[in-house]
Every structure is written in structure tokens, then in C-alpha cells.
């Protein structure tokens, strides 16, 4: 039987968000627990939970101060054993978030190189470093933080004076390990055996194109100012070096030892794809993000290239294509497909933001891409809150927005918070269902209730009913088992392909097209008079 993962979709869970047992206005893992059902009901094989260890919560949890516990504000380790028990009897994976690049500041270890002092031992698990300048004033290089500002912040010694500085390739509170100090693998194999002594079914690593720097940290400047993810730029020194692929070689035999079915899912901002491809070789990880196709607009013939593109590189190496349209990161695809262009990664859009998406133009192309990625062989990924067609939230106050780089730019970029708001279950309960309080951590839109999940159960034609039935005949069909078929069309703003007995056609242009021949098995879209409609995707019985 050939390894789950390959043809799984998995269904992230952003735990802050998600739903919230106690009240405080945060989600939690009882919160999780409780509607895990809802996750399973859906038809995915697997949960992924973004960070819930123990942290400050200065970069919503990706600032790990103990990588082997639960921050009070998610509930404790037994809360984590009752979730993971209930989703293994739901039938689904769990997914653990790991942060390997950087720690907390508040972590033990940075506390302790910080009371060490320089030349010591403690600090040498870190990137500290000397100043530039008279009296070291001046950062050790000019590298900037992805968050805004510098990427090195200078510290006061034990004894009052400045001191060294310390990189730290997001926020300030966000300092990264040295990779090159054998302690600081160790100290990780033991996170990874904790976990998976654990039950968890694998992880998904953050920044995994990170972690390795080019040796002497040389000086570089990126294409504009607050550095990026990575992407296509080349020869960065702090992204896609070579020396990230031994520390994964090393974890896989580490997974293994656990059995064939523990997995290594990779957040790498690495382009071209066919580089992408060497995070998943068959002894490294065993799946990585496709930001690439992500990224790709609504527009057939960019469509085609990426895909065809993605399934060459990731079958060079025996690994599996995945499919993404949404996560913690990114704008919702259900508000980022009518922006043309769209903002890059991380910038996000707000009240001053110009022009402002479409809702209506928006929502079609999102049901339309969704049912495209889901028909194409491989893995995919759902973001919670996408299968109720939820939008950016974009007109949240800035009084309230968390995201610490709407801080470090002071303003000028959004960031990520308006496609991290709690999400609606129930119309007309408090906070939509997200718990009985009515408290929320970041502002829910007064017009949500449309968009609540007990709104568009059992309603046909709800996005919610349109990711039910797409799940279910994408399993029914084994359409991720299956090679694809790009078939003939006559116009240049359809996609036509097969796989396996499914043909499925994409009009991703503003004309109405032909339908294809025979039973309509899913329509993103209403149909009329036998056509395809504008921004709609339908899949239909193959004839022969």
C-alpha cells in the first residue's frame, strides 16, 4: 500500500483560531478536540496544528520558549494526549509545527548565553557576533529582518556596557540557533523523539530553507528593503544553503526508526522548482510546500506551466507534487485571486489598502481553484476556515492587529492577522460558536454569519457542501492516484485535462465556454444552457 501521505489532504488548524473551550478568547486544544468531528466530517486524512509550545506569543507562537511542553494559553500536555487520541479515532493524522531556525528569546538557552557572556558556550548555540564601526556600534553585516528593520540587535552586557549582537532573521524575539554547533542538533533530535514518543504522525517544519548560513554571514542586499521569504532569489546566504539537506537526511532516519508512515513536510520558499525538489529527495523530507503554484494567478496558461512544472520536479525525485491556495501566511485565496497583482507574502491588505478585492469575483475563483488543485494527483492542503469561503478580513483596527510586523514597519505593512481572525461555526451563537463568551482575539466582521458553518451544512450549493462532495469524489475516483492528461481546447482560458475516469475543465477566463460531453459529477459554479460559465470549474464523468 503505497504511504499515506502522498495522495493526503491535509487540513491545517491555526489552534489560535480555530475554536476556543475555555472562553479567554483564544482557541485552545480542548477547542480542537471538540470539533475535531467537523475536520473528519469534511474528508481529510490529517491535521496540521500550528504552534501551540509554550512561548511569549510575540510572533503567535512561532517564538518557542520550551519545544516540549503546551503554553498555558492552549491547555497542557494531557489536553494535547485527548486531542490526538480523539483525531486517531477520527481516522486522522496529526501534524505537529516545528520551529527549528530560531527559539524564543525567553528560551532557557538564550536566557543563559545572554548571562554567559561572549567566547562562552552558551552563546555559541546562537549567531552572536561582534560589531561593525567605532566600539562595534554597527550591525556585524547588513542583512534585514523579513519583519522590518535590521536583522542583528545589539545587546547590553552583564556588566552595563553594549555588547554583541545576535541575528535574528525574523523578530528581535526571535533569535537564530547556529546550526553549524553539533549541541544544537542534538538538542532537536530529542524535540522529534519527545513528539513522535508522543504519537504525532509527523511534522511540518518552519523555515525549513533556513537554519544554514553562508560562513562569515557576508553582507547582502535583498531586492527591496525588509528582506523575503526567499522565492527565486539566488545566492542569499541565509536561505537554501547546502547544508540544510544533512540535518533532514538525519531526521528521516530518525522518523524512521518509528515506522514508514512518520513524516518530514517542509515550509521552503525555495524557487526554481526543480531546486524546491531537493528538499524531497527519497532520503530527506517527504513533502514540501508548493509555494510556486500558490502563487501562480487564476490564469490558465500560468496554471498549466506550474503544474506540469511541479509534477516533472517533484517526479524526478519519487515525491509527490502538493497543492496550496491558503494558509496562516498568506492572504485567503478567497480575496486574493480578484487582486491583480496580488500583495506579495506577508504584506497582507487593510483599510488603506488600494484596490480592494471583489467578494463576489473573489469567492468564484476560489471555489473554481479549489476544485481545479483537488482534481490534480498528489497532496493538498486546506486552510481552516477556506472550505466556508471565508475572505481577508481587511478593515481590522490597527489597535488591534498582533502581527509583529505591522509593528516593525510601523504600519506600512499589514501583515498577517486578516487571514488569521476566529473563525464562524455557528450564526448566531457568541463569536459565532468560536466559543460562549463572545471574546475574540482579533475583531470578527459583524457579517459573518453568512459565512457560519451551520449556515451551509447540508445546503446545496454552499462552498462548505462544495468541499464535502469534492473530498468525497476525489477519494471516490482516486484522482490523486492517478497521472494527469491534458486534453484539447479550443480556448486559450480553459484547462482541460483527465485523470483517471474524470475529465474536469477550468474557465479561468470572462467568455462562457464549452461544457464538456457527459454527467457532471461537480460544478463550482452554476451552469447555464450547457455551458461553462466564467471563473468556474466542473468535473464530468469521462465517456470513454
Not at 50 to 70: M, R
Not at 422 to 449: C, M, R, V
Request: charged share 25%; aromatic share 10%.
Amino acid at each position: 500500500m503505497s504511504e499515506w501521505w502522498r495522495t493526503a489532504v491535509i487540513y491545517q488548524v491555526y489552534p489560535r483560531s480555530f475554536a476556543d473551550a475555555d472562553g479567554d478568547g483564544i482557541g485552545d486544544l480542548a477547542g480542537v478536540t471538540g470539533r475535531l468531528g467537523e475536520i473528519a466530517d469534511l474528508g481529510v486524512d490529517a491535521v496540521w496544528l500550528s504552534p501551540f509550545f509554550t512561548s511569549p506569543q510575540n510572533d503567535a507562537g512561532y517564538d518557542v520558549a520550551d519545544y516540549c511542553d503546551i503554553d498555558p494559553i492552549f491547555g497542557t500536555l494531557d489536553d494535547f494526549d485527548r486531542m490526538r487520541d480523539r483525531a486517531h479515532e477520527l481516522g486522522l493524522k496529526v501534524i505537529v509545527d516545528l520551529v527549528p531556525n530560531h527559539s524564543s528569546s525567553e528560551h532557557p538557552w538564550f536566557q543563559a548565553a545572554l548571562e554567559a557572556g561572549p567566547g562562552s558556550p552558551e552563546r555559541a548555540r546562537y549567531l552572536f557576533r561582534e560589531g561593525r564601526g567605532p566600539e562595534g556600534a554597527e550591525p556585524p553585516n547588513n542583512w534585514k529582518s523579513v519583519f522590518g528593520g535590521d536583522a542583528w540587535t545589539r545587546v547590553t552586557e552583564a556588566d552595563g556596557t553594549p555588547g554583541q549582537w545576535y541575528l535574528h532573521i525574523f523578530d528581535s524575539s526571535q533569535p537564530d540557533f547556529d546550526w553549524t554547533n553539533p549541541e544544537v542538533h542534538e538538542f532537536f533530535r530529542g524535540v522529534l523523539r519527545f513528539w513522535l514518543d508522543r504519537g504525532v504522525d509527523g511534522f511540518r517544519v518552519d523555515v525549513a530553507h533556513g537554519m544554514a548560513k553562508v560562513a562569515g554571514l557576508p553582507d547582502y542586499t535583498p531586492p527591496e528593503d525588509g528582506g523575503s521569504m526567499g522565492g527565486d532569489e539566488a545566492d542569499v546566504p541565509y536561505w537554501a544553503q547546502p547544508g540544510v539537506h544533512p540535518i533532514y537526511r538525519d531526521w528521516h532516519e530518525l522518523l524512521a526508526e518509528y515506522g514508514p508512515d512518520r513524516v518530514l513536510i517542509g515550509e521552503a520558499w525555495v524557487e526554481p522548482l526543480t531546486k524546491l525538489a531537493l528538499w524531497v529527495r527519497p532520503d530527506e523530507m517527504h513533502q514540501t510546500f508548493n509555494f510556486a503554484y500558490l502563487e501562480t494567478p487564476w490564469e490558465a496558461a500560468k496554471l498549466r506551466r506550474v503544474v506540469d512544472d511541479s509534477l516533472a520536479a517533484f517526479g524526478a525525485v519519487g515525491a509527490p507534487s502538493t497543492w496550496v491556495l491558503s494558509n496562516h501566511d498568506m492572504i485567503r485565496h478567497a480575496s486574493r485571486l480578484a487582486l491583480t497583482p496580488p500583495p506579495a507574502q506577508g504584506l497582507g491588505i487593510g483599510p488603506r489598502s488600494s484596490p480592494k478585492p471583489d467578494p463576489v469575483v473573489g469567492l468564484r475563483r476560489a471555489r473554481a481553484a479549489t476544485s481545479f488543485m483537488l482534481a490534480l494527483p498528489g497532496s493538498s492542503y486546506l486552510y481552516q476556515g477556506e472550505e466556508l469561503g471565508l475572505p481577508e478580513v481587511i478593515d481590522l483596527p490597527d489597535d488591534s492587529r498582533e502581527d509583529p510586523t505591522f509593528a516593525r514597519t510601523k504600519g506600512a505593512t499589514y501583515g498577517r492577522d486578516g487571514c488569521r481572525v476566529p473563525i464562524p461555526w455557528e450564526a448566531d451563537a457568541p463569536a459565532y460558536g468560536f466559543n460562549q463568551t463572545g471574546k475574540s482575539w482579533l475583531p470578527q466582521p459583524d457579517d459573518w454569519s453568512e459565512f457560519a458553518r451551520d449556515r451551509q451544512r447540508g445546503v446545496e450549493g454552499s462552498t462548505l457542501e462544495l468541499y464535502r462532495s469534492a473530498l468525497a469524489l476525489r477519494r471516490a475516483h482516486r484522482l490523486a492516484e492517478h497521472s494527469l492528461e491534458w486534453l484539447p481546447s479550443a480556448e486559450d482560458e480553459v484547462l482541460r485535462f483527465r485523470v483517471g475516469d474524470v475529465v474536469i475543465a477550468a474557465n479561468t477566463g470572462a467568455t462562457p465556454a464549452e461544457l464538456p460531453s457527459g454527467e457532471v459529477l461537480l460544478a463550482s459554479g452554476e451552469l447555464t444552457a450547457g455551458t461553462l460559465p466564467a471563473d468556474t470549474t466542473v468535473w464530468v464523468a469521462a465517456t470513454v
